[in-house]
C-alpha cells in the first residue's frame, strides 16, 4: 500500500505486517501517484505541480513483478460519461 500524509511524506507499507518499507519527503502535499508500467520507479505530483520519479530499490521491484505475476490486476473499463468533466474558463 502506498500512502501520502499531509506531512508532505509519501510512504510504501507492506500491507500483510503494517510495517513501512519505503518513505520519502515531496516539496509539498502529494495530490496523484501511480507505479511505471515495470514497477521500477513511483510517479508522484504535488501541490506545487511538480512531478516526481523516485527509483523504487531493486528488492521492492523484485517483489511487485513476483506479486504481479502470482495476482494480476483485472482492468474495468468505464464510458467517459462515467465520469463527466466540467471546465472553468479563467476570467481574463
Known sequence: MI?????????????ATG????KTTCGEVTTAMCLS????HLITASMDGIIY???LPENLTKA???LR???????IKTKTSD???????SPN
Not at 510495517?19 to 519505503?22: C, H, Y
Open 37 to 40: 508500467t515495470n514497477l521500477k
Open 83 to 89: 465520469f463527466p468533466l466540467k471546465y472553468q474558463s
Open 64 to 66: 511487485l513483478v513476483k
Open 3 to 15: 500512502a501520502s500524509c499531509a506531512d508532505k511524506s509519501v510512504t510504501i507499507y507492506e500491507t
Open 19 to 22: 510495517n513501512a518499507i519505503a
Open 53 to 55: 520519479f523516485w527509483r
Open 69 to 75: 505475476s502470482e495476482q494480476p490486476l483485472t482492468s
